[in-house]
């Protein structure tokens, strides 16, 4: 989790008006071929992240994926939400990067039916393209806010090589990852 992340779920909260963001670690990912962390790592580092961003909405990690078990389809995690809190909207909250992949995702008509998909400029996106792809497929609201350039990769880069990542995670993030000697070598 990084600035970035927590970034996005200030401006949703905000842009919104939010009552209530579920922060949902994958817990298989389908398009991912790399080792991720240990699902519970990443599910403490969200809470280190998260913790306290808002006064205004309440912000919960959730572990839903976890419990559904096997490859984690948004589609099917926004459908098993449905269940759970019936009548209720649902935004899904992704990063420009995941918007240009968008068409390529497991039924992502179905997730334009049964969610507001709202995108989020990362760096490196350019907002202008994003609201053109985000008209061309239909339904998509792209946020306007200030791009905040950190990517994992980077993080776990410079992890590796001994630099520092205090700009580009929260600081309990960094203290997690510093305490649990995570991504050096």
Same mark, same amino acid.
């Given at each position: ?10 401006? $949703?909260?905000?842009?919104? @008006? ?10 298989? #990912?389908?398009?991912?071929?790399? @080792? ?5 790592? %990443? ?26 078990? *096997? ?14 809190? #019936? ?25 334009? @039916?049964?969610? @507001? ?6 760096? *490196?996106?350019?907002?202008? &393209? ?13 946020? #306007? ?12 880069? %410079?992890?590796? &090589? ?15 990852? $510093? ?7």
């Amino acid at each position: 989790m990084h600035n970035g992340h927590v970034h996005l779920a200030k401006e $949703a909260i905000e842009q919104l @008006k939010l009552r209530k963001l579920l922060v949902i670690p994958t817990f298989e #990912p389908p398009h991912k071929a790399a @080792k991720l962390l240990s699902f519970d790592t %990443r599910m403490d580092m969200c809470v280190q992240a998260f913790n306290g961003i808002s006064d205004k909405c309440e912000v919960t990690i959730s572990d839903i994926e976890r419990k559904m078990g *096997g490859v984690s389809y948004t589609i099917n995690t926004i459908r098993e939400l449905a269940r759970q809190f #019936p009548g209720e909207q649902f935004y899904l909250l992704i990063g420009g990067d995941m918007l240009f992949s968008f068409k390529a995702w497991f039924k992502y008509e179905s997730i334009l @039916k049964e969610s @507001k998909v709202c995108a989020v400029a990362r760096g *490196g996106d350019n907002f202008t &393209d994003m609201l053109e792809f985000a008209a061309e497929i239909g339904r998509i609201k792209v946020l #306007p806010t200030s791009i905040v350039d950190v990517s994992s990769t980077e993080i776990r880069r %410079r992890i590796a &090589d001994g630099g520092d990542i205090s700009e580009l995670v929260p600081r309990k993030v960094a203290e997690y990852i $510093a305490a649990n000697d995570l991504y050096r070598g």
